[in-house]
C-alpha cells in the first residue's frame, strides 16, 4: 500500500522568509497530492492540491511542485507570516486505491515575528 | 451548514470498556474516513468507507470496527479499550477521488 513520508517534522522560519516542505511517496500509481493546514484544536483543512498531470500549481504565496519520476512533492510558503503558523500534512492517493487517503507525519511550522 | 460533525468532543474510558465514536455529514459525499492523530505519527488512517454500503481497512485497523449506517453517517467503535488507543480521533468526508476531504473537530479520547 501506500506509504508517504514527509520532512522537515519541525521548522522555524522568521517572518518573511520562505518555508519548504517536502513528501515522498512509494506508490507510483499515487495521482492526487493535497495539503492540508492544521491549527491547534483544528480539524485539518486543505490549503492546496496538484494532479499527477501538472508539474506545479501557485496559489497566492503557497506553491506545490511535483517531480513523478522522483515521486515526491514540496509544498512552498513566501514571505511567511506569523498566521502561517500550524501543522501542516501532505497526502496522497489515487483513483485505484478505491478512495484511500494516506497521510504524512506532518510538520510544525513556526513563523517567528 | 454543519459540515462533518463528531460527537463527544471528549471522553475518558477505562482499560476494556467499549464505547462508539459517531460522526456525520450534511454534504452528501460518498467517502467516509476515520483517523486518529498521535504526536510525531501524524494521520494514520484506521478505516474508510469509499461509498455507502463499503468498508475497507486501513494502516491501523486493529482494535476498530465501523458501520457506514447511511450516506450521512460513519461510526467508529472500540469493542474493548486499551491504553494504546489514547489519541485524538478525527472523521473525515469528501465526495470522491482527488476532491477536498473535510474534516470534523476531533474526538479527545483518553483511556486509562
Known amino acids: 500500500g501506500e506509504n508517504v513520508e514527509q520532512h522537515p517534522s519541525t521548522l522555524s522560519v522568521q517572518e518573511g522568509d520562505s518555508a519548504v516542505i517536502k513528501c515522498t511517496y512509494s506508490?507510483?500509481?499515487?495521482?492526487?497530492f493535497p495539503w492540508y493546514k492544521q491549527e491547534l484544536g483544528k480539524g485539518p483543512q486543505l490549503i492546496i492540491d496538484?494532479?499527477?498531470?501538472?508539474g506545479e500549481k501557485k496559489d497566492q504565496r503557497i506553491a506545490v511542485t511535483l517531480n513523478k519520476t522522483a515521486k515526491h512533492f514540496s509544498l512552498h510558503i513566501t514571505e511567511t507570516q506569523p498566521e502561517d503558523s500550524a501543522v501542516y500534512f501532505c497526502a496522497a492517493t489515487s483513483y485505484n486505491q478505491g478512495g484511500k487517503l494516506i497521510f504524512g507525519q506532518g510538520t510544525e511550522l513556526s513563523v517567528k515575528p | 451548514n454543519a459540515g462533518v460533525t463528531q460527537t463527544p468532543k471528549f471522553q475518558v474510558l477505562k482499560t476494556g470498556q467499549s464505547m462508539t465514536l459517531q460522526c456525520a455529514q450534511d454534504m452528501n459525499h460518498n467517502s467516509m474516513y476515520w483517523y486518529r492523530q498521535d504526536p510525531g505519527m501524524g494521520l494514520r488512517l484506521i478505516y474508510y468507507s469509499a461509498s455507502e454500503g463499503t468498508t475497507d481497512k486501513g494502516e491501523v485497523p486493529n482494535g476498530y470496527n465501523v458501520s457506514r449506517l447511511n450516506k450521512r453517517e460513519f461510526s467508529l467503535r472500540l469493542e474493548s479499550a486499551a491504553p494504546s488507543q489514547t489519541s485524538v480521533y478525527f472523521c473525515a468526508s469528501r465526495q470522491g477521488w482527488g476532491t477536498e476531504a473535510f474534516f470534523g473537530q476531533g474526538t479527545r479520547l483518553t483511556v486509562v
Open positions: 506508490d507510483s500509481a499515487s495521482n492526487y
Open positions: 496538484i494532479r499527477s498531470n501538472v
